[in-house]
């Protein structure tokens, strides 16, 4: 695989990352996601009170 200079080539990938293309094969579409964690202790305890 060649070298870019705009990325890098991630060996192992999410399986929904997989068949994406397949669910939306025209360049217009989009995929936006993210994975974050949120920590909602003190949330819940403020909504508890």
Do not use: C, L, N, W
Not at 16 to 34: C, D, G, N
């Amino acid at each position: 695989m060649p070298k870019r200079k705009d990325g890098k080539f991630i060996k192992q990938t999410d399986p929904f990352h997989m068949i994406v293309p397949y669910i939306m094969p025209k360049r217009t579409e989009a995929e936006v996601s993210m994975r974050e964690t949120f920590y909602v202790t003190k949330v819940m305890d403020f909504i508890d009170r």
